[in-house]
């Protein structure tokens, strides 16, 4: 069976890191090794939220895992933490990586223009050195910009996303996908860059009108549990953004009203029909 680690936090309610990349990979037939880098209550939108890292746990469970031989056909990083926690990511690249496992991060620190309330801009440039290890980062614009200095914008063009991709390339991932780019209204996607064949790609779907917390962290899951099946690299970016959609659009139709996370267990089972497809 293939086996992804995924490297993150454990928010306790509400619904991110790993509570989704969990049961998503496993729902996808992964098997799934997570190292929870802290516990919170509950994500950090929550007030009064309580954490305790676990930086001092990291080394030496990754210690165990490699006298008992242990290895990863990809390691996915999403929200980190802190500084510490991403030179302990580098760490564990170094020790886990071979020709065959694949990394991929999810620079999780930022959205809608701004960094999230436990970060700063060394944070970011942090992140944009771990990104140099990747082989495919998927960050958002906001994400992109605070990685490469860019000023960000509500409003762009394709010449803006292009400029994007062509920084983050230079940040030294083999590949880079723009995640949140709307070229059109009512539309919203990715925008992709190979950086060794020098080929753009690019998927829009229809844009659910609603944001909703751990979406990121759906869409990241589902695409690198996608391409650690096998799949093609767009089918695996085209499934994740169609299924991460679908979720939006039914978590708003939940009369509940949800505000802190999506209703993925619902559609968790079209995710499968997908993949039997
Ligand atoms: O969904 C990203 C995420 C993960 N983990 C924690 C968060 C967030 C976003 O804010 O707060 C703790």
Redesign the pocket.
Known sequence: MKKILTI??I?CFGK??ITIALPVLSAMGIETVILPTAV?ST???FKNFVVKDLSDQLIPITNHWKSEGIRFDAIYT??LGSAEEIEIAERIFEEFKTDDTLIFIDP?MADNGKL?PAFDMEYARQNARLCAKADIIVPNITEACFMTDTEYKEEYDEAYILTLLDRLARLGSRKVVLTGVSLSEGKTGIYGLDTETGKTFIYQNDRVNASY??T??LFSSVSVGGIVRGLPLLDSFRIAADYTARTIQVTQENPENPWYGVDFETTLPELVDTLRK
């Open positions: 993150q936090d928010s991110c890191s919170l994500h950090t939108m999403g929200y999780v999230y917390h751990g990121g962290d």
